[in-house]
C-alpha cells in the first residue's frame, strides 16, 4: 500500500485535512492487516515448532525409559541372548536378530514383486485395466497390519503349514545348508511366515514408488531405446531402471523401514520365542513383537525399562534406514526439478 | 547381412520370460488381496449380528457385542483428528507458505518425514512413559494423545503438497489486489487447496482406525462402556488383538467381526480420500 499523498491532490487545506485522516485510517488498516499477518506467520511457525517438539519428546521418553537397562546391563543389552523376566536378566539380541531377518527376507519377496508390478502396470496393462489394478494394488496398503494378523494367525498360518512347510521339510531334510535353514517342526507360525506376511504387506511402497519413478522416465528415452531394437524387457532393465535408481532404492528402504516397525502382523505370527534358530521356520520374536506381546504384563521396573530400551533401539535403527530414504528421494526430486 | 539368430532368440526368450514374470508378478499381488477379503468376508460376515452395535463386549462364553470398543474407537479418533488437524494443517501451510527452502523448513520436513514413517509402537512407548506414568493409570486422554502424534505428520506431508499443487498465479493476483499475505493463503489459497487438505484429514482418520499397537499401553482396554476419558478405554483394534490372541471360539468370532468393521471403515475412507485427491489434480 502507497503511502504517499497523491500528486494530484487538492491544495485547499480543509480538504488536506479530510485526505490526512483518511490516510491515517488507511495506515491503521495497513498496520493492523500487518498485525494479523505477524500473528498468522507466527501461528503457523509455532505449529512448525510443534512437529519438532514431538519428536524431541518421543526421543527424550524413550532414552528417559531406558535409563535403568541401560545403567543395569550396559552395552551387554545388545549382545546378550537371555530373556529372563523371572530373574530380571534381559537381552536384545534374539529380537534384533529376529527383526533384522524377518525384514530382510521380506524384502528379498517384496523387491522383485513389486519391481515387477511396477514394470507390469507402467509397459504391459491394457489401459482399460490400469487404473483398477494400479488400485487395487495400493489397497493393499490400506489394510490395518492387525487386520495382516488376524488373517495371518487364523487364514494363512494353517495352509501355509499344510501346504508349504511340510513338504518343504521333507524335502530337505537330508539336504546340508538348506536343511538346516528350513527344518524343524511345521509350526505354520515362525519367522517365515511373519516375513512373507511382511512382504505382502510392503509390497504396495514398492510397486507404488517404482510406478512413479518409471512415469518419470522421458517417453523419448523409451522410444529412442524400442527405435534401437530393444525388446520391452531390454527398454525396463537397462533404460527406464538406471534412469530411477536412486528413486527406487529409495523407495524399497522406505518399505524396510515399514517392516522393521511393523508390529501387529508380526506379533500374531512369529510365535514369541527369544531364542535364535538356525532355521526360518522356527518361531523367533521381533522388537515390536517383544513390546506388544510383554509391556503390560510387565512387572519389575527393570522389565518395563527393558522393553522400552528395545524400543529405542527399534527408533534409532529406523531412523537410520528413513533417513537414507529420504536422502535418497530428495536426491531424485532434486534431479526431476521438483 | 550377418544376422546372429542365437542373440535374437535369446533375447526374445529373456524378454518373454521377464514379461511373463513381471505378469505375474501382478497376479501374485492381486491374488494376496483377494485372498485377504474373502477370509475376512466369510469369516466377518458370518460373526456380523445387531448385537455387535448393542451390546459391549463379552467375558468368555457369553454373548455380546462391540459397542465398547465401537464408542471408544470413535471418541478417541475424533479427539485426535480435531486436535491433530488443525495443527497440521498450519504446519504444513507454514513448510509451503513462509519456510520453503529455509533451513528451519528443510529440518522440519525432514523431521516430520521420519514422524510419519516411525513404528507407531514406539509413539505407544512414548507416550506411556510421558502421560500414563505421570498420571498413574491407563486413560483414553493417553490413547488420544498418542493417535493425535500420529495423525499430525500425515496432515502437515499432504497439506503441503496440496498447496504446492496450486498454481502462483493465484498468490500472486490475490497479493495484486493488495491482500495480506494470511489473508491470500486463508482466502486464496487454503481455498483452492481444499479439497486435498480434507484429503489429508481422511488419510489420517484411515491411518488410526487401524492402529493398534499404539493404543496397547495407552488406552488399554475396558469391558464396560464408558465415556470417561480419564479411565482406561476399549477402542475396535485392541479388542481385535486381545480377542484373536485369546483361545475362545466366541471371541475369535468378535475379533472377525470387529476386523470387517474396521477394514470397511478404512477402505471405505481411503477410496473417498483417493476421489477427493484427484479431484484436486485436477
Known amino acids: 500500500m502507497n503511502n504517499k499523498t497523491p500528486t494530484n491532490a487538492p491544495q485547499m ?140 494367525l487364523f487364514v494363512f498360518a494353517p495352509w501355509f503349514q499344510d501346504h508349504v512347510q511340510l513338504p518343504i521339510i521333507e524335502g530337505v531334510t537330508d539336504v546340508p545348508v538348506l536343511g538346516t535353514l528350513f527344518g524343524g517342526a511345521p509350526y505354520g507360525i515362525g519367522m517365515f511366515t511373519a516375513a512373507l506376511i511382511l512382504s505382502i504387506m510392503i509390497l504396495p511402497f514398492i510397486s507404488a514408488v517404482t510406478r512413479d519413478v518409471f512415469e518419470t522416465v522421458p517417453t523419448m528415452l523409451k522410444e529412442a531405446a524400442y527405435g534401437l531394437g530393444c525388446t520391452t524387457w531390454e527398454v525396463m532393465w537397462r533404460v527406464a531402471l538406471p534412469f530411477g535408481r536412486s528413486g527406487v532404492v529409495g523407495g524399497a528402504i522406505l518399505a524396510l523401514g515399514r517392516a522393521l516397525g511393523e508390529t501387529m502382523a508380526a506379533t500374531f505370527v512369529i510365535g514369541n520365542a527369544h531364542t535364535i534358530n538356525a532355521s526360518l521356520f522356527d518361531p523367533g520374536t521381533t522388537i515390536s513383537a517383544t513390546i506388544a506381546n510383554e509391556f503390560t504384563e510387565a512387572t519389575s521396573e527393570l522389565y518395563t525399562s527393558s522393553l522400552i530400551s528395545l524400543g529405542l533401539i527399534l527408533f534409532f535403527i529406523t531412523f537410520i534406514v528413513l533417513a537414507c530414504a529420504q536422502w535418497m528421494l530428495r536426491s531424485l526430486d532434486a534431479r526431476a526439478g521438483k | 547381412m550377418i544376422v546372429n539368430k542365437a542373440l535374437y532368440a535369446r533375447r526374445r526368450i529373456t524378454n518373454g520370460l521377464f514379461i511373463m514374470l513381471s505378469i505375474s508378478a501382478a497376479a501374485f499381488g492381486l491374488i494376496w488381496l483377494a485372498f485377504i477379503l474373502s477370509a475376512l468376508l466369510t469369516e466377518g460376515f458370518s460373526a456380523l449380528s445387531p448385537a455387535l452395535f448393542t451390546q459391549p463386549t463379552p467375558p468368555p462364553g457369553e454373548a455380546g457385542g462391540l459397542l465398547n470398543a465401537i464408542i471408544g474407537s470413535v471418541i478417541m479418533s475424533t479427539i485426535a483428528v480435531v486436535v491433530g488437524t488443525p495443527i497440521g494443517v498450519l504446519a504444513g501451510t507454514y513448510l509451503a507458505e513462509y519456510g520453503k527452502h529455509t533451513r528451519f523448513a528443510f529440518v522440519v520436513r525432514f523431521v516430520n518425514d521420519i514422524l510419519l514413517s516411525a513404528p507407531s509402537i514406539v509413539i505407544g512407548l512414548s507416550v506411556y512413559q510421558l502421560v500414563v506414568v505421570p498420571m498413574g493409570h491407563f486413560s483414553g486422554w ?108 466366541d471371541w475369535h468370532a468378535l475379533a472377525w467381526a470387529g476386523a470387517l468393521l474396521v477394514t470397511a471403515a478404512v477402505l471405505t475412507l481411503s477410496i473417498v480420500a483417493r476421489l477427493l485427491e484427484k479431484k484436486q489434480r485436477n
Not at chain 1, 23 to 50: K, N, Q, Y
Not at chain 2, 220 to 228: E, H, M, R, T, Y
Open chain 1, 13 to 152: 487545506a480543509d480538504v488536506a485535512l479530510i485526505d490526512e485522516s483518511a490516510l491515517t485510517a488507511r495506515a491503521d488498516s495497513t498496520r493492523r492487516a500487518s498485525r494479523g499477518d505477524d500473528r498468522f506467520h507466527f501461528v503457523t511457525w509455532a505449529a512448525a515448532v510443534l512437529v519438532l517438539l514431538i519428536f524431541a519428546g518421543v526421543i527424550f521418553s524413550l532414552v528417559e525409559g531406558s535409563l535403568p537397562a541401560i545403567r543395569q546391563f550396559g552395552f551387554g543389552f545388545l549382545t546378550s541372548k537371555s530373556w529372563n523376566p523371572a530373574a530380571d536378566r534381559f537381552g536384545a539380541l534374539p529380537a534384533i536378530y529376529g527383526t533384522l531377518v524377518t525384514s530382510v527376507l521380506a524384502m528379498i519377496v517384496a523387491v522383485p514383486v513389486g519391481i515387477g508390478i511396477a514394470i507390469f502396470l507402467t509397459e504391459l496393462c491394457p489401459r482399460v485395466l490400469r487404473r483398477p489394478i494400479g488400485i487395487a494394488i495400493e489397497l493393499l496398503a490400506g489394510i490395518p497390519s492387525i487386520i495382516y494378523g488376524i488373517w495371518g
Open chain 2, 142 to 249: 493417553a490413547g488420544s494423545i498418542a493417535l493425535t502424534i500420529i495423525v499430525i505428520p500425515v496432515v502437515v506431508r499432504t497439506t503441503e503438497n496440496m498447496l504446492l499443487l496450486v498454481p502462483n498465479g493465484l498468490r500472486e493476483a490475490a497479493s495484486a489486489l493488495g491482500a495480506p499475505m494470511s489473508f491470500v493463503i486463508r482466502a486464496v489459497t487454503w481455498k483452492a487447496a481444499q479439497a486435498g487438505i480434507i484429503t489429508g484429514a481422511l488419510l489420517a482418520v484411515a491411518r488410526i482406525s487401524g492402529e493398534t499397537a499404539p493404543l496397547l499401553f495407552t488406552a488399554l482396554n475396558n469391558q464396560f462402556i464408558k465415556a470417561d476419558m480419564n479411565g482406561p478405554m476399549a477402542s475396535l483394534p485392541a479388542v481385535i488383538f486381545q480377542y484373536a490372541l485369546s483361545p475362545y471360539e
